[in-house]
């Protein structure tokens, strides 16, 4: 089901990048106004511009979510990383994201001694942060990428 705002934007016949950039801007408002963080507002609207699969987007926002909580003192509990590895089955195999939440949760069961969440706190944030270059970096142009 469409958005009024995804609705308004098919109508104005806007370029697929302009309407993501547009939706991703009212979201943002949406959510602000609604009493979300702003570092959670923002995250979120910057994925929901990305132009992935909707499994892809709700697999990288629930990722920040999950780096907020960790950031906010909850614990890496079995339900935790329960959560976490739900999201890795949302991301695709290619993605710098999913072999970070691997490598995190990996290190994590490694670590003990209360360093699993800062662990893999890095993990999730680096993985993120990653895959955003990544596939900005895929819509450069030909003399600006290096091999």
Do not use: F, W, Y
Request: neutral net charge; charged residues 20%; aromatic residues 0%.
């Amino acid at each position: 089901m469409k958005s009024s705002g995804g609705i308004a934007c098919a109508a104005l016949g806007l370029p697929s990048t302009a309407k993501n950039a547009l939706m991703a801007g009212m979201a943002t408002i949406g959510g602000i106004a609604s009493g979300k963080t702003l570092d959670k507002v923002l995250a979120d609207a910057a994925v929901t511009a990305l132009p992935v699969s909707d499994s892809t987007k709700k697999g990288m926002t629930e990722a920040s979510s999950l780096t907020l909580d960790l950031a906010h003192g909850k614990r890496l509990d079995a339900a935790m990383t329960s959560r976490i590895s739900v999201v890795a089955s949302m991301i695709p195999t290619t993605s710098p994201l999913h072999d970070s939440i691997k490598t995190g949760l990996d290190a994590s069961r490694k670590a003990g001694g209360g360093k699993g969440e800062e662990i893999m706190m890095a993990a999730l944030h680096s993985g993120i942060g990653d895959t955003l270059v990544v596939m900005g970096a895929q819509s450069l142009p030909d003399d600006v990428k290096k091999d």
